[in-house]
């Protein structure tokens, strides 16, 4: 089993910055990439970010390319989203979320393990 332990969130004035953190637990080693999603209330989970393990390259949903970075520490065994020039429609719950792949994917059912979330509110 994983564990992924999210941290980070709160309450930021629209244009602000947040980072979010995933400390990852247990057996790492049977993944390979990790995920951030969000979901806003009423709506379903939707993919932010993906970055590999090994060789830590990404990949960003359309909404967030140029505002939201995705980074790793493997000696951590640590996940970060830096959230830049934040806007009231980026507000939800985050979550990370482990792949036993490296390939990068927008399907929430294709990531094994998950965090309890933490909620980003982005006031206008």
């Known amino acids: 089993q994983v564990q992924l332990v999210e941290s980070g969130g709160g309450l930021v004035q629209a244009g602000g910055s947040l980072r979010l953190s995933c400390a990852a637990s247990?057996?790492?080693?049977?993944?390979?990439?990790m995920g951030w999603f969000r979901q806003a209330p009423g709506k379903e989970r939707e993919f932010v970010a993906h970055?590999?393990?090994?060789?830590?390259?990404?990949l960003y949903a359309d909404s967030v390319e140029g505002r939201f970075t995705i980074s790793r520490d493997n000696v951590k065994n640590t996940v970060y989203l830096q959230m830049d020039s934040l806007k009231p429609e980026d507000t939800a719950v985050y979550y990370c979320?482990?792949?036993?792949?490296?390939?990068?994917?927008?399907?929430?059912?294709?990531?094994?393990?998950w965090g309890q979330g933490t909620q980003v509110t982005v006031s206008s």
């Open positions: 979320a482990a792949r036993t792949r490296y390939s990068p994917t927008y399907n929430p059912e294709e990531y094994a393990y």
């Open positions: 247990g057996r790492t080693f049977s993944t390979y990439s």
């Open positions: 970055i590999k393990w090994r060789g830590g390259s990404t």
